[in-house]
């Protein structure tokens, strides 16, 4: 599990390239693509697409990228834990904190520590299912054989 939640935060921050090859000519794949990514408005990630020429197909590389609201919210949490973990050793050290706050204070931080994993994940997690999402969409339109065609 903990190599499960690692493997999630890295896609939070990661950047990741994947290249289509199409069967169609360059304008032909361009409106495509370009019809099947206008629906698309991504939260968890920013693509950028750009296409090469290659001898008998034009390719489609496509590069995911964070969003900006993702280093934000990882910055912001940070910086909330690490004020709860300051005022839990407030809390703890301070000889007139009543027994009831201090014990509070500890449990609430060691509730924020456990939660903010699984919420990493879950955005680890939205991010990964928006690229396949968009991966599927492009592969749909410019790679894969129309189901018209196979007849």
Do not use: C, Q
């Amino acid at each position: 599990m903990a190599s499960e939640m690692r493997r999630m935060a890295g896609l939070l921050v990661e950047r990741r390239s994947e290249s289509f090859e199409s069967r169609y000519s360059r304008e032909e794949s361009a409106m495509r693509v370009e019809r099947v990514t206008a629906g698309i408005a991504p939260k968890g990630m920013v693509f950028e697409t750009s296409w090469r020429e290659s001898p008998g197909a034009p390719i489609l590389d496509v590069t995911f990228s964070p969003s900006p609201g993702t280093r934000r919210l990882l910055n912001i949490v940070s910086a909330i834990l690490a004020l709860l973990l300051a005022a839990t050793v407030w809390a703890l050290m301070m000889p007139g904190e009543p027994p009831v706050s201090r014990v509070l204070i500890a449990v609430f931080m060691m509730l924020a520590l456990l939660a903010f994993p699984f919420v990493m994940v879950a955005y680890g997690s939205r991010r990964e299912a928006e690229e396949a999402n968009l991966r599927r969409a492009i592969r749909k339109a410019i790679v894969d054989e129309e189901r018209g065609a196979k007849r």
